[in-house]
């Protein structure tokens, strides 16, 4: 499964995300699903589920410096075990960005 109905916003060192246009607790988004911010290769396990507008996440979003709203994300239950890598959906219009990904992971493995 893959969900990135909304927008969200984060603060730079925080684990909390809010959520505009979400439906996370109705749509029942698990403990351990992958939550991607676009922008940000690295998947971040959800914590908690809060409510359909507030999740908790495992640790604060690598690399984010600064505090963004109206942002894009996934977040996927359907993911690799090592890597945390989200699968593509079909019709996935980020499934071309996810097997770059893919491929970019890879090669860093084995390089």
Do not use: H
């Not at 990904?101 to 390089?111: H, N």
């Amino acid at each position: 499964m893959r969900y990135s109905t909304g927008t969200v916003a984060l603060s730079a060192s925080s684990d909390t995300v809010t959520g505009t246009g979400t439906a996370w607790k109705t749509e029942e988004i698990p403990v351990g699903a992958a939550f991607t911010l676009f922008g940000f290769p690295t998947p971040v396990q959800v914590k908690q589920v809060i409510s359909d507008t507030q999740l908790k996440l495992s640790r604060p979003i690598k690399g984010l410096a600064i505090n963004i709203a109206g942002a894009a994300y996934a977040i996927s239950t359907d993911y690799t075990p090592y890597c945390n890598i989200p699968y593509p959906a079909d019709g996935d219009p980020e499934g071309m960005e996810l097997i770059n990904r893919a491929f970019r992971d890879i090669d860093l493995l084995l390089g």
